[in-house]
């Protein structure tokens, strides 16, 4: 290893925060309010600001307002959750996002937030899958767009610096405390050494790194996970990902388009599925709640009209809004409608093609109920972090998430920010090592393209550890991840302003979280929400446990498996009362 110097640029704030979407926004916004000086907090992010995967998540954010159906409350919010989450969530941490969220919502309003409106005024409601009332607030099919455009702004009223452009690789820890961080700026290829008292992890899911999937190819690439895990903290439950049932068809609206998300909003407006012979087939998989049954049996249910013949020549079926009203369809969703005029497609007139895509990673990083990790000052919120959703997201939990826990988290940290006294001397040493890994790393000359590489690793996940899983596949799936592993030691990439880089980058982080998915999904030996394995079909009561995934002192991964504790009372006496959508209220 080259001992040369290595220049880098040194930063020194009390609170780190990786991530720029509504997680980190809304942490960095609680820390001000909560008494932090706005110039002890930053918040970098890998896009321009602004430009984060929030304003990819369209449909709607959760909370038991009670806006159409007085009946409901956070109780009842919480046991959906629970439901669909196969009763493997963390319990406090699912009540504490219920119990927050109606307040939370009547904050967004109160700063602006554009919310559609009933005819009284009131934030409207809609239906989503599995939930058993309306609590679905939005702002037409564009909500995370509005939710973080409201959160910037109000992050700019308070001043918070913003960095963009800048990639963590590394974080730096000592004695079971974060240090800091160390990044490369993507405009200016240099080093970027992070002096930190606090970092929070709110960098997005893994869900990127499969091959169809509904976030931008740059987006959702394990970032999180990978820098907590290497940081010292503990995984849990990455075997569950989300495959939303409506992904675009590449085939029909090209390969740009291929995956990316058709909200589950067309559904809650009244969307309705057919396969390629006319029939609505929903009938027979679930004619209580036909399209608004839980995504995951929506997901398989198309998927088995597509293995038996009975999808589109684009393979896929059709979502048909073309029985309401134009101005309906213009007013409720108006993003989709616009997207598929821009493609030749009017959804007042004619069904769209969809198919699923992998859409969210319920696992994550394991966090106490403030958000902090097992590293002293290492927090994780948003999709980053593990314990909401269980096996199986409930819709419109996501959004509520980030919010939820990003004022959780800097309620916390306000609370308890420590004195400086870090040891800069171990920072800057062990960063100075991971700078020369980066050097090398810019300068490699080897026979293999990183881009290449995560294309396979994305077909990897998506063959072994996709809707189906069994253990013959997940076995070959890792004895493949390895295989990778080792061809990822010769690369070829450019210099550090170059997408070779930053996909060299990720190739790293995928590799670790992969390696998390496949194990866990093998342990798992039992089918529960989004994990389905075809040689073990049934839920199995033993196995309503947490797959927690560590290094050990060695530094080799490790599986452990911890019990789910119980719901509180009055979550429980909702659980009980069997509330449950009867999806004909729709007709």
């Known amino acids: 290893m080259s001992t040369e110097p290595v220049d880098y640029e040194t930063v020194d704030e009390r609170v780190l925060v990786v991530g720029a979407g509504a997680a980190g926004a809304r942490t960095a916004i609680e820390l001000v309010d909560r008494g ?54 963390d319990p406090g941490k699912v009540e ?105 992890l709110a960098a997005g899911g893994y869900t990127g790194l499969y091959g169809r999937h509904s976030s931008r190819d740059d987006e959702n690439t394990g970032d999180g996970p990978a820098l907590a895990y290497q940081a010292g903290a503990a995984l849990a439950d990455m075997e569950f990902v989300q495959f939303h049932p409506t992904g675009m068809v590449g085939d029909r609206y090209g390969d740009d388009w291929d995956g990316r998300l058709v909200t589950e909003a067309v559904r809650g407006e009244g969307g309705r599925l057919f396969n390629s012979e ?96 097992d590293v002293d000052g290492l927090y994780a919120v948003g999709e980053t972090m593990a314990g909401v959703h269980g096996a199986n997201r409930l819709g419109g939990n996501s959004l509520a998430e980030t919010i939820a826990y990003g004022a959780v988290a800097g309620e916390a940290i306000a609370e308890r920010l420590p004195d400086r006294g870090g040891d800069s001397d171990v920072l800057h040493d062990r960063s100075r090592v991971h700078l020369r890994d980066l050097q090398a790393l810019s300068d490699a000359d080897g026979d293999e393209a990183p881009e290449a590489l995560l294309d396979e690793l994305r077909a990897l996940l998506w063959e072994r550890t996709g809707i189906l899983r069994d253990d013959d596949g997940l076995a070959a799936g ?16 450019g210099d550090r302003t170059s997408r070779s880089y930053e996909f060299a980058l990720d ?17 798992r030996t039992e089918s529960r929400g989004a994990h389905y394995r075809t040689d073990h079909p049934d839920v199995d009561p033993e196995w309503q446990r947490n797959v927690h995934y560590r290094r050990d002192s060695v530094g080799t991964p490790r599986l452990t498996t911890t019990p789910v504790e119980e719901p509180s009372e009055p979550v429980q006496a909702a659980l009980d009362a069997e509330h449950e959508l009867d999806y004909h209220q729709l007709e």
């Open 96 to 200: 504490t996002v219920t119990r927050r969220m109606p307040g939370l919502l009547r904050e967004l309003d109160e700063w602006g937030m554009d919310f559609s409106r009933t005819d009284d005024g009131d934030i409207a409601q809609r239906y989503f899958g599995a939930q058993s009332f309306r609590r679905t607030a939005f702002a037409g099919d564009y909500t995370g767009e509005a939710l973080l455009d409201t959160l910037v702004e109000q992050a700019q009223a308070r001043s918070i610096p913003y960095r963009e452009n800048v990639i963590v690789s590394r974080l730096v820890a000592d004695g079971g405390r974060v240090l800091g961080a160390v990044g490369t700026d993507l405009d200016t290829g240099e080093f970027v050494v992070f002096d930190a008292d606090v970092v929070v």
């Open 36 to 89: 932090v000086d706005p110039e002890d907090v930053l918040v970098i992010g890998k896009r321009s600001h602004g430009d984060a995967h929030t304003t990819w998540a369209r449909g709607g954010i959760n909370g038991a307002l009670g806006t159409l159906d007085p009946e409901d409350d956070w109780t009842i919010h919480a046991a959906d959750t629970l439901n669909e989450g196969g009763h493997i969530n």
């Open 278 to 373: 006319g029939e609505r087939f929903m009938e027979h998989y679930s004619p209580d709640q036909m399209e608004l049954d839980a995504r995951d049996v929506v997901a398989r249910a198309i998927a088995q009209e597509i293995d038996e013949g009975r999808g589109t020549e684009n393979g896929g079926v059709y979502l048909d809004i073309s029985h309401r009203d134009r101005g309906f369809i213009r007013e409720r969703l108006p993003r989709m409608y616009e997207r598929f005029a821009d493609l030749g497609v009017d959804m007042a007139e004619e069904p769209v093609e969809v198919s699923p895509t992998a859409h969210y990673g319920m696992g994550g990083v394991v966090v106490d109920d403030d958000g902090e990790t």
């Open 478 to 493: 890792l004895e493949r991840l390895e295989r990778l592993r080792s061809r990822a030691a010769d690369l070829a990439v």
């Open 507 to 523: 190739l790293g982080f995928g590799l670790r979280v992969a390696d998390a998915v496949l194990r866990g999904a093998r342990e």
